[in-house]
């Protein structure tokens, strides 16, 4: 029997949360969007790593924050009256598990067609870019990162994620 080939995984068609970054806008599958709070109280943990923010108390449970800007390599912005959480489920080993996501702002749901999403694009030298990004949204005069959350985090982090949201 041959090896099987690795296919790039594109994005689906269908609605997208966006947000902001800097000056890139993202996109979630609205699917994987539980809500949107605002980012307040969320709890400092010490000698975490820097992209891990803290923890934030949502109707009796603890949800770890994941700060998009250090995990991205971005430098971390002044705090805005638009930050916000985007709260997202990830499967986890047969389960989901519930995080929060920092992010500058939050733009507005899209609903992007096979036409207006492309592959993603290839970095210098012909390398691929990372996994997590699953395509480019192109609508009218802008360009949307579509972000595949399930290959956002490693393993490890993934890990880290469970214990604190059981």
């Given at each position: 029997m041959a090896p099987e080939c690795a296919v790039a995984s594109i994005a689906q068609a269908g609605k997208y949360?966006?947000?902001r970054l800097d000056e890139s806008e993202y996109g979630l599958e609205i699917l994987k969007?539980?809500?949107?709070?605002g980012a307040t109280g969320i709890s400092?943990?010490?000698l975490g790593p820097e992209h891990v923010r803290g923890l934030v108390r949502l109707r009796g449970r603890d949800?770890?924050?994941i700060g998009l800007r250090s995990l991205f390599g971005l430098p971390v912005g002044q705090e805005s009256?638009?930050?916000c959480l985007i709260i997202a489920q990830v499967p986890v080993h047969g389960s989901l598990a519930t995080l929060g996501l920092l992010v500058d702002e939050v733009c507005e749901v899209l609903n992007f067609t096979d036409d207006e999403i492309q592959f993603p694009p290839s970095l210098a030298g012909g390398m691929e870019g990372p996994d997590f990004i699953s395509?480019?949204?192109q609508m009218e005069d802008r360009?949307?990162?579509?972000?595949?959350i399930e290959n956002l985090f490693s393993e490890e982090e993934l890990k880290a994620v469970v214990m604190?949201?059981?």
């Open positions: 949360l966006s947000f969007v539980q809500e949107i709070v400092a943990l010490p949800i770890p924050v009256e638009k930050n395509g480019m949204g360009d949307v990162i579509l972000l595949d604190w949201d059981e």
